[in-house]
C-alpha cells in the first residue's frame, strides 16, 4: 500500500489515524496549528512529525490524501498540492467541499487524473455513495431522508428530557456536532448532502438558494410535553422529489408518530429511495461521529476502483438498454466491476432496429482494457 498524507488532525482525522496507524502507510499529517499534546500523541504512535498546512512546499506530499479538514477553504490547499505534487488519489469526508465545488472537482480529477472518494460525506457509516453509484441505473422518483446525525441527536436529547442548552452541549461534546451549529441547525448541512446524492443520480447540480429549506425551531418545553403525551416526536427531513424533468428539493421538521420506521435515534440516519420499478430501498445506520465516518475513509482508502473510471456515469437514454446491461453485467459475474463504477460511461447508440452498439468515444478510451473481447462482443450480441 502507498503511504498517504493526512490533512487536519480534529475528531475525525484522529480516528482515522488510530485505525491505520498499524500499517504504517502514514507519511506525513498536516494540521492548521501544531497542538503539543498532537505532536507527543503522533510521535508516541507512529515516530513522525506533524507539520503546518502552510508550508506544504517544502514537504513531501503523498499520491494519497486524506482530507479531514472540513469546509469548502479545503479546495484551495487541494488544489495548492495537486500543482506542485502528482495525487493519485483523494479521500474526503468533506460534504461542503464536494456540494459546492463539484464541478471544478470532477473536472479537476479528469484533468489531473485523479480519483476523489467521498462515502464518508454523506450519512456517515451508512454505505450511501457507492450504493447509488451502483443504483445510477435506477430512476427513483422520491428519496426521503434524516441525514443530519447533529439534529437527530438533539431532537433525540430534547426528547429525552434535556433543555436546548444542554442538548446542544452533549451533542458538542459526543462529537457530532462541528464548530458551527448553524450550518445543521439551518438545513444547510442537508442542503449539501441532497445536492451530492442529486448529482450522483440525476447527475444534476442544484443551487443551494434553489433548496427550500425551513430551519429547524426547537419547540418550548410546553409543546413538547403535548407531544410525547400523544406519541409523536420531531424530526428534521430532507426530500428530493423528481418529476420528469424537475427535481423539488426541500428540508422541513415534521411530526411523527413513535412508531414510524422514520423514528431513527441519536446519530442514526435513514435514507428512503423509492423507484417505480424497482420498489423501496431503505438504508439505516451511525450518520456521524468519528468511528462510523472513519469506517467509511479506511473503506474509501482500501477501495480498489480503477483510476480509468472514475467520475464517470453511464449515460443512455434508453432506459430498457440500460436494465438490459445492467441484468448481463449481474449474469456474467461482472456484479462487482458494475459496482465499482466501471459502466458509468458506456454511451450507447442504435446500430440497426433493436441492436445497439457502444460508441466510438467509448472505444477509443482507454477504458476498453477491462473488457475482453468477447464480453464485448456478447454485450453488443445480447442487447436486443
Ligand atoms: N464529526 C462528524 O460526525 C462528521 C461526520 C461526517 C463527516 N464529517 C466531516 O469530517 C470533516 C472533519 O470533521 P471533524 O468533526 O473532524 O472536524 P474538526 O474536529 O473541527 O477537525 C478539523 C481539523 O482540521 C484542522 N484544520 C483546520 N484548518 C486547517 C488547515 N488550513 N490545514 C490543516 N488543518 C486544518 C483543524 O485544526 P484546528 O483544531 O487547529 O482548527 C482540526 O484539527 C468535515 O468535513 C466534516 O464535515 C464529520
Do not use: H, Q, W
Request: with cysteine; glycine share 4%; aromatic share 14%.
Amino acid at each position: 500500500m502507498k503511504k498517504l498524507t493526512m490533512l487536519g488532525f480534529g475528531n475525525i482525522g484522529r480516528e482515522f489515524f488510530k485505525k491505520i496507524k498499524k500499517k504504517k502507510i502514514i507519511k506525513n499529517i498536516l494540521v492548521r496549528k501544531i497542538k503539543k499534546y498532537d505532536v507527543l500523541f503522533i510521535k508516541k504512535e507512529i515516530n513522525k512529525k506533524i507539520y503546518i498546512t502552510k508550508f506544504y512546499k517544502n514537504l513531501e506530499i503523498s499520491k494519497i490524501i486524506v482530507e479531514t479538514i472540513g469546509g469548502d477553504k479545503t479546495y484551495k490547499i487541494l488544489k495548492k498540492l495537486i500543482n506542485i505534487r502528482k495525487i493519485n488519489k483523494i479521500i474526503t469526508a468533506n460534504k461542503n467541499l464536494i456540494s459546492k465545488k463539484y464541478k471544478n472537482i470532477i473536472k479537476l480529477s479528469k484533468k489531473k487524473n485523479i480519483k476523489i472518494f467521498f462515502e464518508a460525506a454523506v450519512g456517515g457509516g451508512i454505505p450511501l455513495i457507492k450504493n447509488l453509484i451502483y443504483m445510477n441505473c435506477v430512476n427513483f422518483y422520491k428519496i426521503f431522508t434524516i441525514i443530519n446525525g447533529t439534529t437527530n441527536y438533539i431532537l433525540t436529547c430534547i426528547f429525552n428530557g434535556f433543555n436546548k442548552k444542554k442538548s446542544f452541549k452533549i451533542t458538542r461534546k459526543k462529537g457530532f456536532a462541528e464548530k458551527n451549529i448553524n450550518f445543521d441547525i439551518k438545513g444547510i448541512d442537508i442542503a449539501y448532502k441532497l445536492n451530492i446524492i442529486i448529482s450522483l443520480l440525476y447527475n444534476y447540480y442544484i443551487k443551494i438558494k434553489n433548496i427550500s429549506i425551513e430551519k429547524l425551531l426547537i419547540p418550548k418545553e410546553k409543546i413538547i410535553f403535548l407531544l410525547k403525551k400523544n406519541n409523536f416526536l420531531i424530526k428534521y427531513v430532507g426530500e428530493i422529489i423528481k418529476k420528469k424533468n424537475i427535481i423539488d428539493v426541500s428540508i422541513f421538521p415534521i411530526i411523527i408518530n413513535k412508531n414510524s420506521i422514520y423514528n431513527v435515534k441519536y446519530e442514526y440516519n435513514f435514507v428512503l429511495l423509492k423507484s417505480k420499478k424497482f420498489g423501496k430501498l431503505f438504508i439505516k445506520s451511525k450518520g456521524a461521529g468519528r468511528y462510523p465516518t472513519s469506517i467509511s475513509i479506511v473503506s474509501d482508502l482500501f477501495s480498489k476502483i480503477k483510476n480509468k473510471f472514475k467520475n464517470l456515469r453511464l449515460f443512455c437514454s434508453n432506459r430498457i438498454i440500460k436494465e438490459k446491461i445492467f441484468i448481463l453485467i449481474k449474469k456474467r459475474r461482472m456484479f462487482n466491476f458494475y459496482y465499482k463504477n466501471v459502466f458509468k460511461n458506456i454511451i450507447i447508440k442504435e446500430f440497426k432496429k433493436n441492436t445497439y452498439i457502444i460508441t466510438k468515444e467509448f472505444l477509443d478510451s482507454k477504458r476498453i482494457f477491462f473488457f475482453n473481447k468477447y464480453f464485448y462482443k456478447e454485450l453488443i450480441l445480447r442487447i436486443k
